[in-house]
């Protein structure tokens, strides 16, 4: 059957989709190889109200994380690998408006660093493959929460959205929202995105205008998130001061 076809393939995908992005590398490369066409058509003010913009929006798309990560209990699909984890079936909170919430949040991630490379073609192949890409996965998680959670699952996916929340729904979460859980599962994604604009801005200045050092404020700003990085991966691998009972 189609439907458990997409499903084996979203299992694949899910157990590597750390690395199935990696394939936009060489389009990437070709998308940042060019001065900045807003820079060029627009000025330098408009060049930096549109990458500030996309960098608020990456963040947004990790506000949306954050706000799932910091309401749910441990023994629930995240940042793992190695297959489907739930132990228990979440629909309130943000799980209350959207079924998939923190692939909402990754959606709204890859397109604003799409969106940050200025590029159409990456913007259109990024767009194309998140719904192919999502589609899969997204398959794979419902014949899982299926299987496992039965009548109770069903009746949430019949009055819940798959993906574009309807906030009508809205159901406060059942749990109260923990900040250090957020700081511990989510530190890597809050750097992957002060990384990713980073080189992108930097490649376009290098390959496009011949600038070869890094601009101050840019090299402030990926400081900044380095430390942040460090220190928050250091409390986590080698204290307690992140832990939370039961998440």
């Known amino acids: ?138 398959a794979a998680e419902e014949a899982f929460l299926a299987q496992k959670f039965g009548t109770p699952y069903r009746e949430w996916t019949e009055r819940t959205p798959v993906f574009l929340p309807d906030f009508s729904l809205w159901r406060p979460a059942s749990l109260p929202f923990s900040l250090r859980n957020v700081l511990k599962r989510e530190y890597s994604g809050f750097f992957a995105i002060i990384a990713a604009v980073t080189l992108i801005d930097y490649a376009h200045e290098a390959f496009g205008e011949g600038e070869t050092l890094l601009g101050l404020t840019w090299a402030a700003f990926f400081l900044a998130g380095a430390v942040i990085y460090v220190t928050l991966r250091g409390l986590k691998k080698h204290s307690r001061v992140l832990h939370v009972e039961g998440r």
């Open 1 to 138: 059957m189609l439907a458990d076809t997409i499903a084996r393939q979203g299992n694949w995908l899910f157990r590597w989709r750390s690395y199935v992005l990696l394939g936009f590398i060489p389009l990437g490369i070709y998308a940042i190889s060019y001065p900045e066409p807003i820079e060029a058509l627009f000025g330098d003010v408009a060049d930096y109200a549109w990458e500030i913009g996309c960098i608020l929006i990456a963040f947004m798309g990790l506000g949306i994380r954050a706000m799932v990560v910091g309401q749910t209990p441990a023994g629930t699909s995240g940042r793992n690998t190695h297959g489907q984890v739930a132990e228990v079936l979440n629909t309130t909170g943000l799980y209350s408006v959207t079924r998939n919430p923190l692939y909402l949040g990754n959606a709204v991630i890859y397109m604003a660093i799409a969106l940050f490379t200025q590029s159409g073609l990456f913007v259109l192949v990024m767009g194309l493959f998140l719904v192919i890409y999502l589609e899969r996965i997204i």
